[in-house]
């Protein structure tokens, strides 16, 4: 059963369409792409990833059995530096950027736009349901290092880089994390869990679908300025 669900998430058009989304051919292939657009994408992915150790403890807290608590934590463990707080992802992401010449203020600082903020509250409510929760889960690694490669071409374009740490994480980390995420997924689920799942997954992936429509919008006014989220 775990292939099948697998199968679905990975040949879902939904993922397709995130994935191969107009903003990674844009940072790949624009001239017009500069370090001041850079610095605003660099400021919206933040928050997502400053948030997902917190979605990750809360869905730990909230699922059916040790089984997928293990799996899941197996990857939480990861994100925050198996141990070692420098290693934590959110901490490698600001060291790598600020060490190529991004201010830190812009890196870790800037206000989240409406879809980066609606992402982020959403995956805050997916991990208190166990089923939304996963799909959150899956649907995230199975794109995540897509996105991120599409992040760091765009990083390397504008300052030159060879070496991006937090690039290199997590091409080292993925495979794991998405071995880990599908032994959340037992074979022992019902047609519904699985339902739920693949449908939340779906959602994920439209959230992170709108978070680059809206990235993408930085191509097209460089008088463009993140709104201030509402109090």
């Not at 089984?67 to 198996?82: D, N, R």
């Not at 980390?173 to 939340?200: D, F, M, N, V, Y």
């Not at 959230?207 to 109090?231: G, T």
Request: with cysteine; aromatic share 10%; charged share 25%.
């Amino acid at each position: 059963m775990i292939p099948t669900i697998r199968q679905a998430l990975m040949k879902d058009h939904r993922r397709a369409e995130l994935i191969n989304h107009r903003f990674f051919a844009r940072v790949k292939h624009s001239p017009d792409l500069d370090r001041d657009q850079v610095a605003r994408f660099l400021g919206q992915w933040w928050h997502p990833l400053h948030f997902f150790p917190t979605f990750l403890s809360r869905l730990v807290s909230n699922l059916r059995d040790i089984e997928m608590k293990t799996a899941v934590s197996k990857i939480l463990w990861e994100e925050l530096g198996e141990g070692k707080p420098d290693r934590a992802h959110e901490r490698v992401y600001v060291d790598t950027m600020t060490a190529v010449g991004f201010p830190a203020e812009a890196v870790n600082a800037a206000a989240p736009l409406p879809a980066t903020e609606h992402l982020v509250q959403r995956y805050g409510e997916a991990a208190t349901d166990c089923w939304t929760g996963l799909g959150f889960l899956y649907g995230t690694e199975v794109a995540d290092l897509a996105m991120v490669s599409g992040i760091g071409v765009s990083v390397r374009r504008v300052t030159g880089a060879k070496q991006l740490p937090w690039v290199t994480i997590h091409a080292q980390q993925e495979p794991g994390h998405i071995e880990s995420a599908q032994e959340a997924i037992t074979s022992e689920l019902s047609e519904i869990e699985i339902h739920k799942i693949h449908e939340a997954a779906r959602e994920m992936w439209s959230l992170w679908i709108a978070f680059f429509d809206a990235l993408d919008a930085a191509f097209d006014s460089r008088d463009h300025a993140p709104e201030h989220a509402q109090a």
